[in-house]
Each structure stands twice: as structure tokens, then as C-alpha cells.
């Protein structure tokens, strides 16, 4: 593909935010991390170490992100004979025809020198008695490329290494706090951003950051469905925020549902215990209720191919047998390697009265991870000046249509220096108008200019139809007719915070205990999360409807077969400046991942055509042919 461009064109503003009080603080800052998992720690030690006045905003403690949650390992090429080259191919493979090869090749090169460099930071891998890393295999590998800490407690370890890494920098840190919404200048250029400090502290209440330079990493969006892998803030904040700021989103109707997660009944809603894929890349076998291996016939690597296929055989084999559930067979490790290599989840097993030292574990698939996000070039720069994403909340192009398994801490790991030093550079250069690391003088606090639009803020009480919404009918098999019934219903849980007082009671989502409609939501933390999901539940139904095809993590049940002649390409979404109009979808003409400085994007008014496809943009509202 050609060289991307430099990000420095005019962003397309909405002007949208969401209703909050007027800030009543503001403290200044050259960078403003949003985030305290690895792409987010990782980004904030760089930049303070190249010399930059940096804050990191954290929704819960330091350690509180999705980070520490990850089981398995990081995937690099470390081990003998195995070369990024191999790695390369691999993730390319099971992203299903959508990965962007030179953001492929950056993640695989600079990967290996990136882990090393975590652990002169002061995270301990697991080693073998000479000193060497030991490494397993995980779904979509060819090799044991897997660095695991812990046992089954990477994440852990690594989250623990850099936020002592980050106290010991006596790095500027605000917990607790909810990120609200962009901050920009006159030009449209990143100027900071607004959050909401919850509880007593140094800060509390509403308040800004002001920085040129915020990178967004907020991690993922799966609490949108009722069951999954993800922590409980990972309500999408960084999704919704760039898109009211005027950012472009790829690629979202490919959310990853892992195969292995435990099942703990049909009605299980929230975060669920998750059976690393490593247990079966140390020989534990998928089986059914008789005990027959049913991925042997479904691809050569049997249970290790890549997740999607996976979790498609899963739930083919339970809609076959009228079951719920799956098991994971792992009995032949024995008591031993149970507790060594897995003890966080064998802990997990056992407290929810399963061993699986003696019993095989019950596993379904639940939503883990979005492969989409805000679309990003190579230095991690967004569509808006000065605004940038890492981890998960971002789309850099390297996952496609389905992530390779471990693939996901490398990336945050690789592109959060990639960020640190383009901001950097900038710095150098002077690029950016105004940022300039050393002392500034105190920050006034910002001033909401007049006329600005406003989201309507989503009930809480909606939270838990939409979630209940988004998983009957995005989940992991999806149909138009299920996507649809999900629009319609998510387009009246909107409606009613319009218009709260005349929605007929016992129609949709977000009534009062005794059937009568419910009042306009007051702003708070829990209506701000609710109204984020909302926000990027529309979206991805959007797209999931748009992409008439089966490919990676998206299964159409009424589109079976991956359709490379109209259905290789990217789907790219912004929100119209107009809150009622909603999401404007386009399809990219190529596989290549698009730059992420469109010429079509104007200042005002808002375009619907875009220049580089042969199908004008839409609301993704608008009618559509049968």
C-alpha cells in the first residue's frame, strides 16, 4: 500500500457532547493519557521519559484495567526458529483477509526488542531453569511464541511491572475518573479533554485536562452485551468520545467472542471467567456431552485454529444437540500441572464448583474483544489533529476481521512507543502550535461554546436492556432480521431519552419499577457509561447489518460464505454533526487500510459522498433495499 499521510488536514467536527455540569478545575499537561493498561502505562513512561509533562487518567485504580485480565501470554517471535515472518503470516491468516500487512509487519518486527524492553521495565516471564523464556502455543499459531508470567497470570504481572514502573516515575495520575469528552481549538486541533472525578481527592466532580497531545486507551467495549470476558469498565468511553468528536471508526461489526469461556448458565450476565486459550495449546481438547472431539474435522490446527472458527464449531455442534455448552477436557494434566501452570483459573473453576482436575470444564462462547475501533495510521494518529488511540479502543489495521490470539498486548505495546515518539517528534519539530514541554502558567478552566449540541443522556436502568438487546441479536450468529429487531429496539431506548415523558409505558427499554415511563436521565457517571453504550451498540449494529458476508468473528447466518468480490474492504463510520441523523456509513474500495486523513472530510457543512468509493455514504438509518 502507499505511504500515510501526515493527519495534519481539517478534521470534521460534530460539536456533539455529551450533557454534563461546566468543569470546575483544569489542570495542564503536555500529554494527557486516557488509560492504565499497557498501551496507556506503556505510552506514559515514554513520554516522560523523553521529557514531557505528562498526566495519565485512569476509570478505576491504576491496576483496575483490562490489562491484568489477560491470561495467556504475549505473542512475539522469541523462541528458537521461529521469525516475525511466521508470526506475520499467522495473524494475517486469521484476520481473515482484512489485515493491514505493512501494520502486520510493524507489530511482528518491533515486537520482539518491545518485549524485551517491557521486561527491563521490570516484568518476570516465566523461565526455564537455564533462564530461558518459556513459550507455549495459543489458536492460529504455527509455533510456541506465547511469553507467559504467572502461569496464567500474564496480565497481572505486566499491569503490576508498569504501574510500579509509573509510581517510581512519580508520574502525575487522576483515578477514578470518567473521561467525557474532546476537548479542541478554533482549527479543530486536540486541545485536552473533559472527565469526571469520582470521590473525594486532589480533584473532584468535572474538570479538564488541557494538553495538545491526549492518546485514548480506554480498552474495549464488551460490557455492550450481557455476557463477557471484560471488566466492568469497559463500557466503550474512548469509541464514543472519538466519534463525538468528529473520529472515524473501522471495522466494529468484528467483536471476538472467545470460545472458552466458562458457562455458568444460560441467564449468567456481567463479566465471566475466562479458560485461556494456553490450556489448549498444553493439549486439553474440546469435547461434547459424549465426550467426542468435534474439531478434529473442522480445521488442521483441530483446537487451536483461529478463534473464530473455534467458537463458530462450538456453537454449530450445540445447535446440533439442543445443548448450551461445550467441555473443555483437561483432566490428563493432572493435579500438578493444574496448579502450576493454571492456578488463576483452576481458583476460578473451583469457586464456582467445577475441578477441572476431575471433571472436564463446561465452556460457551461470550464477547471478548473488539477487533475495530478508531481508526489509526501507523503512529497511532486518529482523524482528529492531535487526538490519537492504542490498545484495543483503537483500529490499527493489524487484527482484520479476527485477532490472533496474544496478538493483542504486543499491539498495545508496540504502537504506544510508536505514539510516544510521534509525539515527541512533534514536540522537536514544533509542529504541534503550543506544545511545549516545562513549566506553563496556570490552566483556566474551559468555557462550553454557545450552541453546542448535546447527546440525550441513556437511563441507567436501560443499561442492562441494551447489553440483553445487543446479545439476542449481535451476537455471535446474526441475521438481518436479528439486526434489525436490535435497531429498532436501541432506536427506542434513544427515543425515550428525547422524549422520556411520552414514550407509552411498557414499550421499551428504561421504564420505572411500576410500569410508567421513566424521567430524563440526570448526569452521572452511570447515565454518561450507559449513554456510551448506546452510542457504540448503534454503530456496531450498523455495520454488522451493512456487511452481507460471513467473515472472521462476524457469522450472518443469512450470508454463510465469506464474499471476497464485494465484501474485501473496510467499513468506516462517523457520527453525522446532526445527533439526530446518527452514524454515516462508508465501504472503503479496497482491503487496504485506508490513511487516516481523507480529503473527503470537510469543516462544515457535513458531506454524505465519499470520493473514494463507488457508493455514496448513508445514514445508517436510511432506508435500505430489501
Same mark, same amino acid.
Given at each position: 500500500?502507499?505511504?500515510?499521510?501526515?493527519?495534519?488536514?481539517?478534521?470534521?467536527?460534530?460539536?456533539?457532547?455529551?450533557?454534563?455540569?461546566?468543569?470546575?478545575?483544569?489542570?495542564?499537561?503536555?500529554?494527557?493519557?486516557?488509560?492504565?493498561?499497557?498501551? $496507556?502505562?506503556?505510552?506514559?513512561?515514554?513520554?516522560?521519559?523523553?521529557?514531557?509533562?505528562?498526566?495519565?487518567?485512569?476509570?478505576?485504580?491504576?491496576?483496575?484495567?483490562?490489562?491484568? %485480565?489477560?491470561?495467556?501470554?504475549?505473542?512475539?517471535?522469541?523462541?528458537?526458529?521461529?521469525?516475525?515472518?511466521?508470526? /506475520?503470516?499467522?495473524?494475517?491468516?486469521?484476520?481473515?483477509?482484512?489485515?493491514?500487512?505493512?501494520?502486520?509487519?510493524?507489530?511482528?518486527?518491533?515486537?520482539?526488542?518491545?518485549? =524485551?524492553?517491557?521486561?527491563?521495565?521490570?516484568?518476570?516471564?516465566?523461565?526455564?531453569?537455564?533462564?530461558?523464556?518459556?513459550?507455549?502455543?495459543?489458536?492460529?499459531?504455527? =509455533? =510456541?511464541?506465547?511469553?507467559?508470567? $504467572?502461569?496464567?497470570?500474564?496480565?497481572?504481572?505486566?499491569?503490576?511491572?508498569?504501574?510500579?514502573?509509573?509510581?517510581?516515575?512519580?508520574?502525575?495520575?487522576?483515578?477514578?475518573?470518567?473521561?467525557?469528552?474532546?476537548?479542541?481549538?478554533?482549527?479543530?486541533?486536540?486541545?485536552?479533554?473533559?472527565?469526571?472525578?469520582?470521590?473525594?481527592?486532589?480533584?473532584?466532580?468535572?474538570?479538564?485536562?488541557?494538553?495538545?497531545?491526549?492518546?485514548?486507551?480506554?480498552?474495549?467495549?464488551?460490557?455492550?452485551?450481557?455476557?463477557?470476558?471484560?471488566?466492568?469498565?469497559?463500557?466503550?468511553?474512548?469509541?464514543?468520545? #472519538?466519534?463525538?468528536?468528529?473520529?472515524?471508526?473501522?471495522?466494529?461489526?468484528?467483536?471476538?467472542?472467545?470460545?472458552?469461556?466458562?458457562?455458568?448458565?444460560?441467564?449468567?450476565?456481567?463479566?465471566?471467567?475466562?479458560?485461556?486459550?494456553?490450556? &489448549?495449546?498444553?493439549?486439553?481438547?474440546?469435547?461434547?456431552?459424549?465426550?467426542?472431539?468435534?474439531?478434529?474435522?473442522?480445521?488442521?490446527?483441530?483446537?487451536?485454529?483461529?478463534?473464530?472458527?473455534?467458537?463458530? #464449531?462450538?456453537?454449530?455442534?450445540?445447535?446440533?444437540?439442543?445443548?448450551?455448552?461445550?467441555?473443555?477436557?483437561? &483432566?490428563?494434566?493432572?493435579?500438578?500441572? %493444574?496448579?502450576?501452570?493454571?492456578?488463576?483459573? /483452576?481458583?476460578?473453576?473451583?469457586?464456582?464448583?467445577?475441578?477441572?482436575?476431575?471433571?472436564?470444564?463446561?465452556?460457551?462462547?461470550?464477547?471478548?474483544?473488539?477487533?475495530?475501533?478508531? &481508526?489509526?495510521?501507523? =503512529?497511532?494518529?486518529?482523524?482528529?489533529?492531535?487526538?490519537?488511540?492504542?490498545?484495543?479502543?483503537?483500529?490499527?489495521?493489524?487484527?482484520?476481521?479476527?485477532?490472533?490470539?496474544?496478538?493483542?498486548?504486543?499491539?498495545?505495546?508496540?504502537?504506544?512507543?510508536?505514539?510516544?515518539?510521534?509525539?515527541?517528534?512533534?514536540?522537536?519539530?514544533?509542529?504541534?502550535?503550543?506544545?511545549?514541554? $516545562?513549566?506553563?502558567?496556570?490552566?483556566?478552566?474551559?468555557?462550553?461554546?454557545?450552541?453546542?449540541?448535546?447527546?440525550?443522556?441513556?437511563?441507567?436502568?436501560?443499561?442492562?436492556?441494551?447489553?440483553?438487546?445487543?446479545?439476542?441479536? #449481535?451476537?455471535?450468529?446474526?441475521? #438481518?432480521?436479528? /439486526?434489525?429487531?436490535?435497531?429498532?429496539?436501541?432506536?427506542?431506548?434513544?427515543?425515550?431519552?428525547?422524549?422520556?415523558?411520552?414514550?407509552?409505558?411498557?414499550?421499551?427499554?428504561?421504564?420505572?419499577?411500576?410500569?410508567?415511563?421513566?424521567?430524563?436521565?440526570?448526569?452521572?457517571?452511570?447515565? %454518561?457509561?450507559?449513554?456510551?453504550?448506546?452510542?457504540?451498540?448503534?454503530?456496531?449494529?450498523?455495520?454488522?447489518?451493512?456487511?452481507?458476508?460471513?467473515?472472521?468473528?462476524?457469522?450472518?447466518?443469512?450470508?454463510?460464505?465469506?464474499?471476497?468480490?464485494?465484501?474485501?474492504?473496510?467499513?468506516?463510520?462517523?457520527?453525522?454533526?446532526?445527533?439526530?441523523?446518527?452514524?454515516?456509513?462508508? &465501504?472503503?474500495?479496497?482491503?487496504?487500510?485506508?490513511?487516516?486523513?481523507?480529503?473527503?472530510?470537510?469543516?462544515?457543512?457535513?458531506?454524505?459522498?465519499?470520493?473514494?468509493?463507488?457508493?455514496?455514504?448513508?445514514?445508517?438509518?436510511?432506508?435500505?433495499?430489501?
Amino acid at each position: 500500500m502507499t505511504g500515510r499521510p501526515t493527519g495534519t488536514g481539517s478534521p470534521a467536527r460534530t460539536g456533539i457532547r455529551l450533557t454534563a455540569p461546566a468543569p470546575g478545575w483544569a489542570v495542564d499537561a503536555d500529554v494527557v493519557v486516557v488509560g492504565s493498561g499497557v498501551a $496507556g502505562l506503556t505510552t506514559a513512561l515514554r513520554c516522560t521519559a523523553a521529557g514531557l509533562r505528562t498526566v495519565v487518567v485512569t476509570k478505576a485504580r491504576l491496576d483496575d484495567g483490562s490489562t491484568r %485480565w489477560a491470561q495467556g501470554g504475549i505473542a512475539a517471535a522469541l523462541g528458537e526458529g521461529d521469525t516475525p515472518e511466521q508470526h /506475520l503470516d499467522d495473524t494475517l491468516v486469521a484476520g481473515a483477509g482484512l489485515c493491514d500487512e505493512e501494520a502486520v509487519r510493524v507489530l511482528v518486527t518491533e515486537g520482539p526488542a518491545a518485549v =524485551r524492553r517491557l521486561i527491563d521495565t521490570g516484568a518476570h516471564f516465566d523461565t526455564s531453569a537455564e533462564g530461558a523464556l518459556q513459550l507455549t502455543r495459543e489458536g492460529g499459531h504455527h =509455533r =510456541r511464541r506465547i511469553a507467559h508470567a $504467572g502461569g496464567d497470570a500474564t496480565g497481572a504481572e505486566i499491569s503490576r511491572a508498569l504501574v510500579g514502573a509509573v509510581r517510581d516515575a512519580a508520574l502525575r495520575t487522576v483515578e477514578n475518573a470518567l473521561v467525557l469528552d474532546l476537548l479542541t481549538d478554533e482549527q479543530g486541533r486536540t486541545s485536552g479533554v473533559t472527565l469526571h472525578v469520582m470521590g473525594e481527592g486532589q480533584h473532584d466532580g468535572v474538570g479538564a485536562v488541557h494538553a495538545p497531545a491526549v492518546v485514548l486507551a480506554t480498552g474495549g467495549m464488551g460490557q455492550v452485551f450481557s455476557a463477557t470476558t471484560n471488566p466492568a469498565v469497559s463500557t466503550g468511553d474512548g469509541v464514543a468520545l #472519538a466519534l463525538r468528536a468528529g473520529a472515524e471508526v473501522s471495522d466494529l461489526e468484528f467483536v471476538q467472542f472467545h470460545p472458552t469461556v466458562l458457562f455458568l448458565g444460560a441467564g449468567a450476565e456481567g463479566q465471566q471467567p475466562l479458560v485461556s486459550e494456553a490450556v &489448549r495449546g498444553e493439549g486439553a481438547h474440546l469435547v461434547d456431552a459424549d465426550g467426542v472431539r468435534f474439531m478434529l474435522d473442522q480445521h488442521e490446527l483441530a483446537e487451536l485454529a483461529p478463534r473464530d472458527i473455534v467458537a463458530k #464449531a462450538i456453537m454449530r455442534r450445540m445447535r446440533e444437540q439442543g445443548v448450551e455448552h461445550m467441555y473443555l477436557d483437561a &483432566r490428563h494434566f493432572g493435579a500438578e500441572m %493444574w496448579e502450576t501452570r493454571f492456578p488463576t483459573i /483452576l481458583a476460578a473453576c473451583r469457586s464456582h464448583g467445577i475441578d477441572p482436575v476431575t471433571e472436564p470444564v463446561p465452556v460457551a462462547p461470550a464477547a471478548h474483544y473488539a477487533s475495530g475501533g478508531i &481508526r489509526t495510521d501507523l =503512529r497511532g494518529r486518529t482523524t482528529v489533529p492531535g487526538l490519537y488511540a492504542s490498545g484495543e479502543v483503537a483500529c490499527t489495521g493489524v487484527h482484520g476481521a479476527n485477532r490472533l490470539a496474544s496478538n493483542s498486548l504486543l499491539e498495545g505495546l508496540v504502537f504506544a512507543e510508536r505514539i510516544a515518539a510521534d509525539i515527541a517528534a512533534d514536540i522537536a519539530d514544533g509542529v504541534a502550535d503550543g506544545m511545549t514541554a $516545562g513549566p506553563a502558567e496556570a490552566p483556566a478552566v474551559p468555557v462550553e461554546p454557545a450552541g453546542t449540541p448535546h447527546l440525550p443522556l441513556i437511563a441507567p436502568e436501560a443499561r442492562a436492556d441494551i447489553q440483553r438487546v445487543m446479545s439476542r441479536g #449481535a451476537g455471535v450468529l446474526r441475521s #438481518a432480521a436479528s /439486526l434489525r429487531a436490535a435497531a429498532t429496539a436501541l432506536e427506542a431506548v434513544s427515543q425515550q431519552a428525547l422524549s422520556p415523558e411520552s414514550a407509552p409505558a411498557g414499550e421499551i427499554p428504561g421504564e420505572t419499577s411500576d410500569g410508567t415511563p421513566g424521567k430524563a436521565a440526570v448526569p452521572g457517571v452511570d447515565a %454518561w457509561e450507559t449513554t456510551n453504550l448506546l452510542c457504540v451498540a448503534r454503530v456496531l449494529v450498523a455495520t454488522a447489518l451493512e456487511r452481507e458476508e460471513t467473515r472472521g468473528c462476524h457469522w450472518r447466518e443469512d450470508h454463510p460464505e465469506r464474499d471476497d468480490t464485494d465484501w474485501r474492504a473496510h467499513l468506516v463510520v462517523r457520527l453525522d454533526p446532526d445527533p439526530d441523523r446518527g452514524p454515516v456509513l462508508r &465501504r472503503t474500495p479496497t482491503a487496504a487500510f485506508p490513511p487516516v486523513d481523507p480529503p473527503y472530510l470537510p469543516a462544515e457543512p457535513p458531506s454524505h459522498v465519499a470520493p473514494d468509493s463507488d457508493v455514496p455514504p448513508r445514514p445508517a438509518n436510511a432506508p435500505r433495499e430489501p
